[in-house]
């Protein structure tokens, strides 16, 4: 007899196979968890750091804020994210408009602070740090005890293996795999709660609240689905396979009538992308945010519907792309200042205003719209 056929003569897989590699991963991962167990991770530091930075930021800028010096701003952002500690810098005046920015925008690693000249608001100051320079560094010791841990998982499978009974000769469960779903492209409706900043947190809660059901009432009409982001606003996953470039425009614009004429007291711009969703908008029932932060860049998305004007149709190039040609005429390209920094290599164009028959057709669904929540 071989020593491969001696080796599965004598360790064959019984029912007490699965409870002792079980046993060995647990004592593997509690090994790992006493290793690693309260391993510092810098987050103190960031947000010690990070205060800090845009107290003084705020104090030192304050006046620049307050009399809208975008150059000298655009400077001192710009030298500050040359820094490896700072990922990004924001300055918005006291009415949440952007004054100048830098480097990238992430809310998990972002802090804010006032400026005030003589107790009178000026603006405030959004810092956003890079993690990766604050982690700490990892001892080899470690590594090395972490790597003998998991050597030591299959020796005692082994010996766990080994006392156990003698074969287990019944048929093995053949799982058939599900089918993978298949990714959908969908089109993208950021909306931005632009004064967020002049509003209560409750205020804000009931802006959001009520752009959702608004957001929800334009789904019905062109298929897909509402997400909320928090305080933020939210966001229209549209199916592209249900509606065209066309219709993701009259989205925008309907959704924006409906909130005009809702009367709630959230301001709101809103801009136009495509995503690759991982289901069709139209057929799932919720989106969790960090899915939709895996599709798209929704920080970037809501800093450029901050720049579009109110009641009017922002898109990237792709949804231009998407419309005919006779269509692409209402549009006319869209250009701001800071947009270099923002998308150095986007194109977006804005559609200000409909032709009549086509306004028309926006006027007549919301009336349907806000008859019939009226109504109810």
Known sequence: MGPLKRFRTKFRASRVTLPAAVVATAICAASLFAIWFERPNGQQEIERYGHALATTLADTTAAALFEERRITLTVIANRLTELDE????AFFDQADELMAMSGVQQAQTSFQAQAT???????YVQVTLNRAAFAPPIPWALWLLSLLAIL?????TVMAIQFTARGNR???IVSVPSEPTQDQPAYLLTIKLHNQRSLS?????QAIEDALAMGQEV???YPGLAVSLQERGLTLVISKAEASGLKAVYASLLVQRLLREYETQGEFRCMLSTVISPSDPAEATFIRTEALEEMTNVELNLTIASLAKANTALMD??????LSEEQRQWAKPFH??????????GVFFCIEALPEQEQALITEQAQVVLGFNLAT
């Open 86 to 89: 700072i990922a990004g810098v």
């Open 117 to 123: 000249i003589d107790d009178t608001p000026s603006g």
């Open 152 to 156: 030591l998982t299959p020796p005692l």
């Open 170 to 172: 019944s048929l093995p």
């Open 201 to 205: 947190r409750r205020e804000q809660t």
């Open 219 to 221: 789904c019905a009409l």
């Open 317 to 322: 190039a792709e949804i231009f792309a998407d």
């Open 336 to 345: 701001h200042p800071i947009l270099e920094d923002l998308a150095p290599d």
